[in-house]
């Protein structure tokens, strides 16, 4: 699996300005944050069991969780990242860990995640999927935020967007970092037999909100 964390580590401290709309390069991707993790909290809102969420970052999406008194678990894998999200949580779990590697023991009912799933390669999706739905009970779901693609055409032409405004940084991102088309990720969850519905959130991030059992 690549290795994130050094480059996690680093932006740790400037992360919520990037997100909360101060890097030009990056505003669009980050366009609506806040309503894009009340979404995600909103398709958990009715589990009364464990909510695991993986990659927390600085905690944004936890804190949001834990304030609608949902049972949250963070597992996030950057050192640097962890510390900010306790700071900001102290009576919450936020564990060392990864997308292939969660430790806990009981099985969850939701497991969700925030702009962190194109960490992996397609092959580990694939194997991260798997290994989350055998934690996860049944009509549990899996909801996960990030940046997909709605066709090869689309993607193209986002490119060139981001190439004639000079967002350089982001294009080497959407070029080295793998972002899915989202009929590649459907699939997937197809294979698990799981339902799964879809929303754009801006023009980067969509949401897809998949419920075990459910196809
Ligand atoms: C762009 S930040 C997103 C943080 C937060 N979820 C949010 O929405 O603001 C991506 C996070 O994913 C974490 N990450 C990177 N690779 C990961 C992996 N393989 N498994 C889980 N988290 C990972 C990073 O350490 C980082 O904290």
Not at 57 to 71: D, F, R, S
Not at 113 to 123: C, K, M, P, V
Request: hydrophobic content about 35%; some cysteine; glycine content about 4%.
């Amino acid at each position: 699996m690549p290795d994130f964390n050094k480059l996690f580590d680093e932006w740790a401290k400037s992360y919520d300005k990037t997100v909360y709309g101060t890097d030009n390069e990056y505003v669009e991707v980050f366009q609506n944050y806040e309503d894009i993790l009340k979404y995600i909290s909103d398709e958990v809102a009715d589990k009364n069991g464990i909510i695991v969420e993986i990659g927390v970052g600085t905690g944004n999406l936890t804190k949001l969780l834990y304030e609608k008194n949902l049972n949250v678990v963070g597992i996030e894998p950057s050192k640097e990242m962890r510390k900010i999200a306790k700071e900001k949580l102290p009576n919450i779990d936020i564990l060392d860990g990864h997308f292939l590697s969660i430790p806990i023991d009981k099985k969850v009912d939701a497991i969700v995640t925030s702009y962190a799933f194109h960490h992996l390669t397609y092959d580990e999706k694939k194997k991260a999927l798997e290994y989350l739905d055998k934690k996860l009970n049944n009509n549990g779901k899996i909801v996960i935020a990030d940046t997909m693609f709605e066709s090869i055409e689309y993607k193209k032409n986002l490119l060139k967007y981001v190439e004639l405004n000079e967002c350089f940084n982001l294009l080497n991102d959407l070029k080295t970092e793998y972002y899915e088309l989202l009929d590649d990720l459907c699939v997937l969850f197809k294979e698990l037999n799981y339902s799964y519905s879809l929303k754009k959130m801006n023009k980067y991030v969509w949401v897809i909100s998949a419920v075990k059992g459910g196809y």
